[in-house]
């Protein structure tokens, strides 16, 4: 896999990664969509969502903070991206904690062709049918193998699925799986690094066509940016900005040395 030759591709392409997203991470998701050298784009209003899909170079969806009006201006916008062959991100946060969460994030599976559904092991164990308990936005549990719920949710829905966690999961619809190994543990303690980590993959998405590999490509090259800023940043806020400035400045000679993708 061509990881550091995807990052390339982002930074010299630029691509537009229109983004309907969560409002309490907002700033964050296009700080770190630019600092990866793709071009970030928030245009939420029903009346303008589909004509931004039709220009950009991915769709990000994130459920964070969902409202009923929020979800037609995504379904409207990934509907047009899918006419354009604009592949579109689904970041499942929260699925399972309520009702609500659950069912929209469905229904937007069922009128949305996805390129990545994105999710912690509780989210994608719930849209896969299996026993999961969320609080909130964070993991509990989940009833399974992670690779085999992956898979599962990838055969079915037609997506990449990813599962986020100390050793990320990415699985492709015809049954290849990915394991990732880079990240901190400062990673999950700071607020927003799991909806940027969806920006990533949307920016890498928009320049490699195997979704998976895309994913897998993204989440190392992220992870190995956290395993950067945890060398400078021991606290939070710190680490959020070092991690955003990683990202920025990371080479193609620390993806070479430090990748760890498995599959």
């Not at 066509?209 to 939070?236: F, N, V």
Request: glycine share 10%; aromatic share 4%; with cysteine.
């Amino acid at each position: 896999m061509d990881i550091s030759g995807m990052l390339s591709r982002v930074r010299e392409r630029k691509p537009l990664v229109h983004h309907i997203t969560n409002w309490v991470t907002i700033y964050d998701c296009a700080a770190v969509t630019r600092a990866a050298g793709a071009l970030p784009i928030m245009a939420h209003a029903e009346e303008e969502a589909a004509e931004m899909a039709a220009i950009s170079g991915a769709l990000v969806l994130n459920i964070g903070t969902l409202t009923p009006q929020l979800v037609a201006s995504m379904v409207s916008a990934g509907k047009k991206a899918n006419e354009k062959g604009v592949p579109v991100v689904l970041d499942a946060v929260g699925a399972g904690a309520t009702r609500l969460r659950t069912e929209k994030a469905r229904e937007i599976m069922a009128k949305v062709k996805l390129a990545v559904i994105k999710g912690n092991r509780s989210e994608i164990g719930t849209l896969a049918g299996a026993k999961a308990e969320t609080k909130g936005v964070e993991a509990v549990s989940v009833d399974g193998e992670l690779d085999a719920i992956a898979r599962r949710l990838a055969k079915a829905s037609g997506a990449a699925v990813v599962i986020t966690g100390k050793r990320d999961v990415v699985a492709s619809p015809s049954g290849e799986t990915y394991y990732v190994d880079n990240g901190h543990e400062m990673m999950g303690k700071v607020v927003g690094t799991g909806c940027m980590a969806a920006s990533v993959i949307g920016a890498f998405c928009a320049v490699e066509g195997d979704y998976a590999k895309a994913a897998a490509a993204a989440l190392s090259c992220y992870g190995i940016a956290g395993e950067l800023a945890a060398r400078k940043a021991k606290a939070p806020m710190a680490f959020k900005s070092a991690l955003i400035d990683e990202v920025y400045s990371m080479e193609e000679k620390d993806v070479k040395r430090m990748a760890k993708v498995i599959g």
